[in-house]
């Protein structure tokens, strides 16, 4: 398994920006995800990045143009650079490896093994 700790969520006003980080232990996995829950809701996807390139991302319609996923290798860190943020991203955001080096649908939980604690992001408007 692969120990993953979330940090940098926060309370910010609508328009700010936010970076949120998943500590990885350096074990190996193939891609990195991005969920979040809003309060009554399900879980959805966010982002996911193939974690050796970093070439290969992928975005939820929702944050396409306003968050990106990134991470570097040599400090075993995930990131999530979250920008122009609005009231409905509000929610707890989790990162999740995934140890399937090909997965038909990373956009999919079943695709994902190990997950962090998650990091409270709260948004006012």
């Known amino acids: 398994q692969v120990p993953l700790v979330e940090s940098g969520g926060g309370l910010v006003q609508a328009g700010d920006s936010l970076r949120l980080s998943c500590a990885t232990s350096?074990?190996?996995?193939?891609?990195m995800g991005w969920f979040r829950q809003a309060p009554g809701k399900d879980r959805e996807f966010v982002a996911s990045i193939r974690w050796r390139n970093g070439s290969s991302t992928d975005y939820a319609e929702s944050v396409k143009g306003r968050f990106t996923i990134s991470r570097d290798n040599a400090k075993n860190v995930g990131y999530l650079q979250m920008n122009s943020l609005k009231s409905e991203d509000t929610a707890v955001y989790y990162c999740a490896a995934s140890p399937a080096y090909y997965c038909s649908d990373y956009g999919s939980e079943g695709c994902f093994r190990d997950w962090g604690q998650g990091t409270q992001v709260t948004v006012s408007s």
């Open positions: 350096g074990r190996t996995f193939y891609v």
